[in-house]
């Protein structure tokens, strides 16, 4: 089934069971969620103004269980548009389970389809004590609560077209070949909160997963096309790694750590094994009291915008003048080596310049995909604020450099871009950002849509 086919079947399959489907005397929760969905498209969309467009809008891009599917699949594969289904279950007070699956395509021909499931394993909370009135309140200051996640995924995504321009950060930007990517993932990951009274103020979670690639090239255009290209491989990605999400008093200062590895295991004859390391540190600094983050929740999947495990309706768009923002800070650092002779596959090696295959913005003032290599540091500072209801502005520094070897990643080598630009955050609806960047080759406008929805969390990464 091809990109534009396998869009239009599902466009059509949202349309039909939105518009048509008849309650029965015995509903079961599908059938009972589906017609409630069909009552809130039609009194948000029977009306004909501009503030009553907006709420249909809304309403057809974030409901449940079935909604429209939208967002950028990858940087130069274009705007992909389908449907995506999401629901959930309570079996007992233990556990939430949902389930996402989504599949858009794009007038490229590029295309995305997937299926995921989340298991959120809530325990009853322990240690509740019952004060006699009069009583002084406890001065201890309630934590946020962390659940064990299991994520299971299966996702198949093509793209037409992923730009090279050379390893590392001396590569010309005349010399750009194209090739094309089709990559499948199956597996599994899981987020266990450590429960231990000494460590609780910095809320560490261990992090692992396992999951199976199955990578296909198309060929490149340039006879400058690495040798590492090959036309199928497959490998078993092992994941492990802790992460760490402390926040100083008051709120005034936010972290989240993570330090992971990662083993890429392929067949001895395609010589491609390697192992990574990484380490992300974002700090988060908010700039008034109200602010309240709208970033991944690990209990959803990429197609809810809950606001906590027990609940799965999306937020309303807030319109209030309200000011909200926020200053923040990511060092990211992810070294990889080949085992007794691999090399790292140039598929999966990190870039730098515009935005990176998972559409993610990495020095946004060059062009997409510009710099590759196994070995990557990056320096990113943002101010944004808000401006009217959900509309914000902000400002992106970046400073980076990409290197074959860890000594050739330093800050003699680093580039800069500087960033301007708008960001729309309307309760679920997914994170829309413009921006103008500007980098020693040139400028570059970026225009993009998140692929998941706000709150939403991130689908299996593709490097």
Not at 122 to 137: L, N
Request: charged share 15%; net charge neutral.
């Amino acid at each position: 089934m091809s990109g534009r086919t396998l869009g239009s079947v599902a466009g059509g399959v949202l349309v039909a069971l939105l518009l048509a489907w008849p309650a029965t005397a015995q509903e079961s929760q599908f059938s009972a969620d589906l017609r409630r969905e069909g009552e809130k498209v039609a009194e948000s969309c029977g009306s004909f103004n501009v503030k009553a467009l907006g709420g249909c809008a809304y309403t057809i891009s974030t409901e449940s269980p079935i909604h429209l599917a939208f967002g950028s699949i990858a940087p130069q594969n274009g705007f992909a548009f389908g449907a995506a289904l999401a629901e959930h279950y309570t079996p007992n007070e233990s556990w939430r389970i949902s389930w996402n699956a989504d599949a858009v395509s794009t007038l490229s021909g590029s295309w995305r389809g997937g299926a995921y499931m989340k298991l959120v394993h809530t325990p009853a909370t322990s240690g509740v004590v019952v004060r006699q009135p009069g009583t002084a309140p406890s001065s201890g200051r309630i934590a946020p609560r962390d659940f064990p996640v299991i994520d299971l995924f299966a996702q198949g995504i093509s793209l037409e077209t992923v730009n090279f321009f050379g390893s590392g950060i001396e590569s010309l930007e005349s010399r750009t070949s194209v090739f094309g990517e089709r990559q499948t993932i199956v597996g599994g990951s899981v987020i266990y909160p450590v429960r231990a009274d000494v460590l609780a103020p910095l809320r560490p979670s261990l992090v692992g997963g396992a999951s199976g690639r199955f990578v296909n090239i198309r060929s490149s255009d340039s006879s400058d096309a690495p040798s590492t290209l090959t036309n199928d491989a497959g490998f078993l990605e092992l994941k492990e790694g802790i992460r760490l999400k402390p926040s100083l008093p008051n709120g005034w200062l936010y972290f989240d750590y993570l330090l992971s590895a990662q083993q890429f295991r392929s067949a001895a004859d395609d010589f491609s094994s390697f192992n990574r390391w990484t380490m992300d540190l974002r700090h988060e600094v908010p700039l008034y009291k109200s602010v309240r983050s709208s970033g991944p929740r690990d209990f959803n999947g990429p197609d809810d915008c809950a606001q906590s495990s027990s609940e799965s309706a999306c937020p309303s768009v807030q319109w209030s003048r309200n000011r909200e923002g926020t200053v923040t800070f990511r060092v990211l650092a992810s070294a990889s080596k080949g085992l007794d002779g691999n090399r790292v596959p140039i598929y999966f090696q990190p870039t730098l310049g515009g935005s990176d295959i998972n559409g993610e913005q990495r020095l946004a003032g060059f062009h997409d995909y510009r710099f590759r290599a196994p070995n990557l540091l990056l320096w990113q500072e943002s101010i944004e604020h808000s401006v009217w209801g959900p509309i914000g502005a902000y400002a992106l520094f970046e400073q980076g450099a990409v290197g074959e070897h860890l000594g050739d990643v330093g800050l003699s080598n680093f580039v800069g871009s500087v960033s301007v630009g708008a960001t729309l955050r309307a309760g679920g609806f997914p994170l829309a950002v413009v921006s103008y960047s500007h980098g020693r080759e040139g400028s570059h406008f970026i225009a993009t849509i998140s692929s998941t929805l706000l709150g939403g969390s991130a689908r299996p990464r593709l490097d």
